[in-house]
């Protein structure tokens, strides 16, 4: 009964939103990407590479999803070359990313069809996995029960369940309960996930705490060439101070112009950078910087300034690797929950952020911990801790090799992870 109301809900569900998703199609090319995979249509031909080994499907929602569990896949290749690696995305950043950074591992890319027990059981006949993995808190009652019923183990990893989201799953206990029911492994990060999962109905002897596969980054080499090309495209000269803010959304911009301002007034050769989170705000960022009234350029277009707006994909991990600070976005306004703060701290940068953070709590208190992460409470405050790192050079680099220290000393979830998700295969 459970099901058959929650098959009933999204159903009206996707039916109602149709006019919307239509409107987006027609104005934002990414809503118009993949519309067939995403109601169960996949072309066979994405297939062909699956033949002559187990099939693994790995669904991760976006990019950061992505970027964090490919050398989980990468260690789990290198134990089982046999398998083949089928891998789903929500968003077209993350399919475009998982094809750039996962060539050579993911044997078939595809869209994550939406939870209908139709369209899930089409894509699910035509795979045949052997094993279906989701990353974080993918949570899909129809795929899970279509796993299940097909014989293949659903795995949680790097799992992780907000307060808010627990108690959602506690107040729905009755549906949910048995949704969990049917996972053959959780992979918490945290002690505090793990109770979270036992709670949500995960069964204890099914559990573990494996860590944050997110501290084990491994960003793909960086030539040489093409880092001193691009700080060259946006005008990074020596001895310019380069603050980059990454991944930014609406409410944000304006706060770090206003910060970036004041810094201007103090210091020489300060250069920032915004890299918007979202594409289709990239117009909209131009116009809001042009409004603040800098010197301002896009990487797109070329062209030297005191502003430059990061208008392409796939360069921010680039552009930290040569930045005085960063600034990660998300966590400035509420609502978002932040975003990976150890993207930068990889690179031994000082990692600045606001305080509306819950998805990376966590990893910003680890930071504090070790004095590698600096959390503001509002505009005032980001302009204050920008400046203290800017007077003081050597501050400036402790406080990033902290961050570097706090990346290093957490890494091994991602060999825990692969080696946990391997001998559930070989069972």
């Given at each position: 009964m459970a099901y058959f109301l929650y098959n009933i809900l999204i159903?009206?569900?996707?039916?109602?939103?149709?006019?919307?998703?239509?409107?987006?199609?027609?104005?934002?090319?990414?809503?118009?990407?993949?519309?067939?995979?995403?109601?169960?249509?996949?072309?066979?031909s994405k297939l062909k590479n699956l033949k002559g080994g187990k099939v693994v499907?790995?669904?991760?929602?976006?990019?950061?999803?992505?970027?964090?569990?490919l050398p989980v896949l990468r260690l789990l290749k290198r134990k089982r070359p046999d398998i083949k690696i089928v891998f789903s995305t929500v968003t077209a950043t993350g399919n475009r990313t998982a094809e750039k950074e996962g060539k050579g591992l993911i044997d078939a890319l595809i869209y994550f069809p939406?939870?209908?027990?139709?369209?899930?059981?089409?894509?699910?006949?035509?795979?045949?996995?052997?094993?279906?993995?989701?990353v974080e808190k993918e949570i899909w009652p129809n795929a899970f029960r279509t796993?299940?019923?097909?014989?293949?183990?659903?795995?949680?990893?790097?799992?992780?369940?907000?307060?808010?989201?627990?108690?959602?799953?506690?107040?729905?206990?009755?549906?949910?309960?048995?949704?969990?029911?049917?996972?053959?492994?959780?992979?918490?990060?945290?002690?505090?996930?793990?109770?979270?999962?036992?709670?949500?109905?995960?069964?204890?002897?099914?559990?573990?705490?494996?860590?944050n596969i997110k501290f084990d980054l491994a960003p793909s080499l960086m030539d040489s060439q093409f880092?001193?090309?691009l700080k060259e495209a946006i005008g990074v000269a020596p001895g310019t101070k380069v603050i980059t803010a990454g991944s930014t959304h609406p409410g944000e911009e304006e706060m770090v112009l206003d910060a970036f301002k004041a810094l201007s007034a103090e210091f020489?050769?300060?250069?920032?950078?915004?890299?918007?989170?979202?594409?289709?705000?990239?117009?909209?960022?131009?116009?809001?910087?042009?409004k603040a009234g800098f010197d301002f350029a896009r990487r797109s277009k070329g062209g030297r300034a005191e502003v430059v707006l990061l208008d392409s994909i796939g360069e921010l991990m680039t552009v930290y690797s040569f930045s005085d600070i960063a600034i990660v976005g998300?966590?400035?306004v509420p609502g978002i929950g932040g975003h990976n703060l150890l993207e930068p701290a990889y690179f031994g940068k000082p990692v600045v952020y606001g305080a509306h953070l819950t998805t990376y709590l966590g990893m910003a208190e680890l930071l504090e911990k070790e004095g590698g992460g600096i959390r503001t409470g509002g505009e005032k405050e980001l302009a204050e801790?920008?400046?203290?790192?800017?007077?003081?050079?050597?501050?400036?680099?402790?406080?990033?090799?902290n961050a570097k220290k706090v990346v290093e000393e957490n890494r091994g979830a991602a060999e825990r992870t692969a080696a946990a998700v391997e001998r559930l295969l070989r069972s």
């Open positions: 159903h009206l569900s996707v039916i109602v939103l149709i006019p919307y998703f239509l409107l987006k199609m027609l104005t934002a090319k990414k809503y118009r990407e993949g519309i067939p995979e995403r109601f169960g249509f996949v072309d066979k499907w790995v669904h991760a929602v976006s990019v950061g999803e992505t970027k964090a569990v939406l939870d209908l027990p139709w369209a899930v059981r089409r894509v699910a006949r035509m795979i045949r996995p052997a094993m279906f993995i989701v796993m299940y019923d097909m014989g293949a183990p659903v795995i949680i990893v790097n799992g992780t369940i907000s307060d808010r989201t627990a108690r959602r799953y506690g107040h729905l206990a009755f549906f949910f309960r048995g949704v969990f029911s049917k996972v053959s492994l959780f992979l918490a990060r945290t002690d505090d996930d793990l109770k979270k999962a036992l709670s949500s109905g995960v069964k204890a002897e099914r559990a573990q705490v494996s860590g880092v001193a090309k020489d050769n300060l250069k920032l950078v915004i890299a918007p989170r979202h594409p289709e705000r990239f117009s909209e960022v131009e116009g809001i910087i042009k998300g966590s400035l801790a920008l400046k203290a790192l800017l007077s003081n050079e050597f501050n400036m680099k402790r406080t990033g090799a």
